[in-house]
């Protein structure tokens, strides 16, 4: 589900009107939905009942303090690829013993940060890298608890940015070399707990099918593993995409949910009815690392249409949103719809390019769209922006970072503030 709709025709999300909202707020503005987030939670915990499991929330997709601490008060883990984000995590409430650390260059700082505050386990990506957890807790007189990441080889079939699992990407360990990498941890590495297997091959996919080529490639190498070095847990990653691309439907935005299971491309009911047989009787604990599936369609960015710009060739709608604000779009080729907070009263359609105020031709929301008429002075959202939204947002342009707002229910509080020009050279001499 997620939170948005038309209601006496203008955008809602739950129980707030997101064009005062925007107007006492100000543009660009983040807002996200904490019915929606918990609901995803609460349906991806359901869907793994059949198994020991545990969904670490990847705090890299939205690493606001008020979203961690939402999901920390549901008992979620988390699953970490910086120092910077176990502060965040244990400001929010957050337990460290349920925290795993992924990522392929983590630093000594990070790793002695990781080991005083006693995270659950290191998810190593390298045998280089587990030899130096190794040195740096021998120095601190304490042992490490880690999993190697597994790179098992397998296609994701998404973008080749977030394409993760195969051997030409720089992650994890080749599947043939880790049998051979424990038993030399074991035999070498004093300081080293071998406590899980890690995996993650990707990110936004939309179809089952790498997930249970993944899952069946390395059940045997999980079961292995556990009779040999005794690990306890299986982290099978995050990756579970959402869907950008909807159409608006009888006032209402027809998302995925309400369509017939087999027209849709991914469902997490699917996803657990699939996964979790072939993961139950290996004896693991199952960890899951979903970042985007959380967050994704339960955040917009609300932004006001400035100029309207006809071209010789196109029609430009500036907006006071910019690649520094929501990158997807340049980065990835990321797709966002766009909806006026005012429902359209008819069904034309004009081709246009929504663009922002930013220096560079990769500045774009979207080109030769369809969309409905919408003029400056009006606001707009861009949806299923909650995921890899703010925490990529940058200062570029010297642009202040934009407010992130959370809605519950009838509530809207502001989670974080909108950057002043003071706040964007803190620091600088
Ligand atoms: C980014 C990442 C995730 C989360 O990916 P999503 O596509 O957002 O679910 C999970 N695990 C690891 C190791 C990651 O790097």
Redesign the pocket.
């Known amino acids: 589900m997620h939170g948005f709709s038309y209601k006496n025709a203008s955008l809602f999300c739950d129980d707030v009107d997101l064009a005062p909202l925007a107007a006492e707020h100000g543009t660009p503005l983040y807002v996200y939905s904490a019915t929606t987030i918990l609901d995803h939670y609460r349906r991806l915990d359901a869907a793994l009942a059949g198994v020991d499991h545990e969904v670490a929330y ?1 705090v ?2 939205n690493s606001n303090l008020s979203v961690l601490r939402l999901l920390a008060n549901e008992g979620a883990g988390f ?1 970490i ?1 910086s120092g910077g984000e176990l502060f965040r995590v244990i400001k929010a409430g957050g337990d460290p013993a349920h925290c795993t650390f ?2 392929v260059g983590k630093t000594r700082e990070e790793i002695v940060y990781a080991l005083e505050q006693g995270i659950y386990s290191f ?1 190593v990506e390298s045998e280089e890298e587990l030899r130096y957890l190794n040195e740096v807790a021998g120095e601190l007189g304490v042992i490490a608890p880690a999993a190697v ?1 597994v790179n098992p080889n397998v296609d994701a079939k998404t973008h080749k940015y ?1 394409s ?1 699992g195969k051997s030409e990407n720089k992650f994890g360990v080749d599947f043939e070399a880790i049998p051979s990498l424990y038993e030399r941890a074991a035999k070498e590495l004093p300081h080293i707990k071998l406590r899980g297997l ?1 995996m ?1 091959i990707g ?2 996919l939309t179809s089952i099918a790498p997930f249970i080529e993944a899952v069946e490639k390395v059940a045997p190498l999980a079961k292995q593993l556990k009779e040999k070095h005794s690990i306890e847990f299986w982290s099978i ?4 995409g959402i869907i950008y691309q909807e159409s608006l439907a009888s006032g209402t935005i027809d998302w995925w949910e309400n369509q017939p299971e087999q027209e849709r491309p991914l469902t997490i009911e699917q996803y657990g009815r699939e996964i979790v047989p072939r993961l139950k009787n290996l004896g693991l604990r199952i960890l899951l ?5 959380i967050v994704g369609n339960a955040g917009v960015l609300l932004t006001r249409c400035l100029y309207e710009k006809k071209g010789r060739a196109k029609t430009f709608k500036i907006v006071d949103a910019g690649m520094n604000d929501l990158i997807r779009p340049a980065l990835y080729e990321g797709h966002h719809e766009i909806v006026p907070l005012k429902q359209p009263q008819s069904n034309e359609r004009v081709a246009v390019d929504v663009v922002g105020p930013i220096c560079e031709s990769g500045d774009f929301f979207c080109q030769n769209r369809e969309l409905p008429d919408f003029q400056p002075g009006d606001f707009i959202a861009l949806m299923s922006a909650g ?1 890899y939204g703010f925490v990529m947002a940058s200062n570029y342009n010297s642009r202040p970072l934009p407010a992130e707002i959370l809605v519950e229910g009838d509530a809207a509080t502001v989670i974080r503030k909108r950057q002043s020009l003071e706040d964007l050279i803190e620091g600088e001499l």
């Open positions: 990847a890299k997709a699953d690829v992924a990522g998810n990441r977030i993760t890690q993650h990110s936004q990653g995050g990756g579970i690392e979903p970042g985007r599936f995921a």
